[in-house]
């Protein structure tokens, strides 16, 4: 007979007490997991609709950081992912607020939702702290 199959045998006949766990408490930081935190940068961007030809489309983003030294990566993607516009800014040559413009072409831009996505880093002496902002909005078809 195996040794497991013997242990289970032995444990269900009574012979070998079984250690009961105690029930799981719900941890201690629950509560802090649930507080929300404030992510230091915003992306904001109006739904709209596509334009003839190649036009200009704007965003907004803002940084609120205690320090100068920092990036903001910014990148656009099309309802399939495909990536249809990326930004660098860098504090502080960078302004911590701004309206910024893309381009697209009505005829290579597929409708639907966009996603714009920041990625934070800021540099304070020896430590680096870094958030990740989302926003979505839509492009629809021109009426025609």
């Given at each position: 007979?195996?040794?497991?199959?013997?242990?289970?045998?032995?444990?269900t006949a009574g012979l070998v007490p079984i250690p009961?766990?105690?029930?799981?408490?719900?941890?201690?930081?629950?509560?802090?997991?649930?507080?929300?935190?404030?992510?230091?940068?915003?992306?904001?961007?109006?739904?709209?609709?596509?334009?003839?030809?190649?036009?200009?489309?704007?965003?907004?983003?803002?940084?609120?950081?205690?320090?100068?030294?920092?990036?903001?990566?910014?990148?656009?993607?099309?309802?399939?992912?495909?990536?249809?516009?990326?930004?660098?800014?860098?504090?502080?040559?960078?302004?911590t607020t701004a309206v910024l413009t893309y381009r697209?072409?009505?005829?290579?831009?597929?409708?639907?939702?966009?996603?714009?996505?920041?990625?934070?880093?800021?540099?304070?002496?020896?430590?680096?702290?870094?958030?990740?902002?989302?926003?979505?909005?839509?492009?629809?078809?021109?009426?025609?």
């Amino acid at each position: 007979m195996s040794s497991l199959l013997a242990a289970v045998t032995l444990a269900t006949a009574g012979l070998v007490p079984i250690p009961l766990l105690p029930p799981a408490e719900p941890a201690a930081d629950s509560q802090a997991q649930v507080e929300q935190v404030e992510v230091p940068a915003t992306l904001d961007a109006a739904d709209g609709r596509l334009r003839r030809g190649c036009k200009d489309y704007r965003y907004t983003y803002a940084v609120t950081t205690s320090s100068q030294d920092w990036t903001l990566d910014i990148a656009l993607q099309d309802r399939r992912g495909k990536g249809v516009h990326a930004r660098s800014l860098i504090g502080p040559s960078d302004p911590t607020t701004a309206v910024l413009t893309y381009r697209l072409c009505q005829w290579a831009t597929v409708p639907g939702r966009f996603t714009l996505t920041g990625v934070l880093v800021s540099y304070d002496g020896a430590q680096e702290t870094s958030a990740t902002v989302t926003e979505t909005f839509r492009l629809r078809r021109r009426n025609p």
